[in-house]
């Protein structure tokens, strides 16, 4: 049975080098192709080691990356990705399709998730999406001015910035690195500080920029879970405000 469709008037404006990690040998070579005629370069790899690899050695854009690999599976390489290279989009392509497979994924680092079988349509529509996200803007934080000369702390101690071009954060005078959704999440927070952020407006920024359908209640905890350990060391929370949403706010002495 096939389980992809030939790419049709699918319209990509952002062009990339794509690294393609799937054990399947006619399956891993219909998606390299396709992603080549659709203008894409593409590489690929048979196992998880070998995909460390290529992506040690050279710079990707994107990685599509299957779960049901052999020896490192892909859950393993996706927390090597994000430990080594925690600004790669990845998209999660695999034949588990229930929601607590997608929840781990998603939980630990991926940007989307694409079950099988699937059509490649839908595949290189996800991509862009996932390619335009990564070159987006970030908005201005109200919580921090412009960054200082090099060497020099990039804020107080007890500061909140989120970086205007790539998806990292400065907690106090400490880098850290997030994923797509986490920065994306993140500004949103910021730049709406003390104020409430819907459900719905999160989920509506991640629509303008692609795979909210796959990104639902769920989901959205988990990204706020996350957000909430890696804020948990400064003096700010995110409140889950009940049946409205979500507001970042300073923590005093400890209480919000």
């Keep these: 049975m096939r389980c992809w469709t030939i790419f049709e008037d699918v319209e990509l404006t952002l062009m990339a080098k794509l690294l393609v990690v799937e054990d399947d040998e006619l399956l891993r070579d219909a998606l390299a192709a396709q992603l080549r005629y659709a203008g894409h370069e593409a590489e ?5 080691l070998l995909a460390i ?3 040690g050695f050279a710079h990707f854009d994107a990685t599509v990356l299957d779960l049901g690999l052999p020896g ?4 393993e390489v996706l927390d090597w990705i994000r430990a080594h290279i925690p600004a790669l989009p990845v ?24 079950t099988k ?35 020099e702390s990039p804020m107080p101690p007890d500061g909140l910035r989120v970086d205007a071009i790539l998806p990292r954060a400065w907690i ?19 730049t709406h500080t003390g104020q409430v952020v819907s459900r719905d407006a999160v989920l509506a920024v991640w629509q303008a920029t692609g795979g909210a359908d796959t990104l639902q209640s769920n989901a959205l905890e988990v990204y706020v879970h996350r957000l909430r350990r890696k804020l948990d060391e ?9 049946g409205l949403g979500y507001m970042l706010e300073r923590v005093k002495n400890g209480i919000l």
């Design 44 to 48: 690929a790899a048979s196992d998880g």
């Design 53 to 55: 690899q290529a992506l």
């Design 72 to 75: 490192m599976d892909g859950l």
């Design 91 to 114: 998209l999660i392509l695999t034949a588990r399709d229930g929601i607590d497979d997608r929840i781990t994924g998603l939980e630990r680092g991926a940007d989307d998730y694409l």
């Design 117 to 151: 079988p699937f059509e490649m349509s839908e595949l290189i529509a996800r991509i862009a999406s996932l390619l335009r996200r990564s070159k987006l803007p970030a908005f201005a934080t109200p919580l921090q001015d412009a960054l200082p000369e090099s060497g």
């Design 172 to 190: 106090g005078a400490v880098v850290t690195d997030l994923t797509q959704r986490e920065w994306e999440l993140l500004r949103l927070l910021v």
């Design 234 to 242: 400064s003096p700010w929370a995110i409140r889950n405000i009940r």
